[in-house]
C-alpha cells in the first residue's frame, strides 16, 4: 500500500502504513479535505451571510479536524520514529560550533536535523531554512527550539522574517494591531504580550510628538 502525497501532505512509508496510528492519520485526512471543499462552497455562495449558523459550524468543525490532525501526526511520528532527520551540511555545524557551548550543540543540531525532516517529507528541501533558525535565534538555545517549531510550521515565516527584517518587525503600533487583527480573523486569540507592547509604542510615540518642537512637523 503506497499512499500518495494526493491523498496525504506527505508519504507514509509502506512499513507504516497499516497501522492504526497511519490510519487515523488518513481517515482525519480524507474528512478534513471534505470540510475544506465545504467551506470553499460556502464562502463562494455566500453561506456566512445567508445561513451564518450553518457556517459557523463549519468552521468550528473545520478547526476541531485540524487540531486532530496535529495530534494524530504526533501519534504517528511517536509511534514509527518519523521523519527521519537530516544531515546538516558542514557549514551550518560550524556555525553551531561558533555559536553554541558544547553542552548545547547536539540538542541544537538535532532540533534543526528533526526539523529539516519534516520539511523534507513535504517536498521541501531549501538550504536556507537550517542557517536562517539560526540567525533568528543568535546563539538562544531555547529560540532554536522557537524558531524550528515556527519552520516546522510555516516555512515561509522564517525565510520573510529574515529577508525582509523590516517589513516584518512588529515596531510600531499599526503593525501590532494589523497582527492581532489577523489572528483574530483566523479565530485566534490576541497576543497579550503584543496587547502590551502596542500600548507601550503608543506612549512612547505620543511622548516623542508633545516633545517635538512644533517646526519641526514641518
Known sequence: MRITRRLMWFEI???????????????????????????????????????????????????????????????YDQATGEPKPIDLSPNVVREINQQFTASDRDEVIAKISKTLGYLRRQRVEDNRIA????????????????????????????????????????????KIESFQETSEWLSMDRDPELEEAKRRLSKEYTAKRKNKPWWRFW
Open 13 to 75: 512509508p509502506k512499513e507504516f502504513a497499516d497501522t492504526p496510528e497511519a490510519k487515523r492519520l488518513l481517515d482525519l485526512y480524507a474528512e478534513f479535505t471534505e470540510i475544506c471543499a465545504q467551506e470553499h462552497k460556502a464562502v463562494t455562495t455566500n453561506q456566512y451571510v445567508t445561513e451564518p449558523v450553518a457556517f459557523e459550524e463549519l468552521s468550528r468543525r473545520s478547526r476541531e479536524l485540524h487540531q486532530a490532525l496535529n495530534d494524530a501526526e504526533i501519534a
Open 131 to 174: 542557517k536562517y533558525v539560526l540567525t533568528l535565534a543568535n546563539g538562544d538555545k531555547d529560540q532554536v527550539i522557537t524558531y524550528a517549531d515556527e519552520a516546522k510550521s510555516d516555512f515561509r515565516n522564517i525565510i520573510f522574517w529574515v529577508e525582509n527584517p523590516e517589513e516584518a518587525s512588529l515596531n510600531i503600533p499599526e
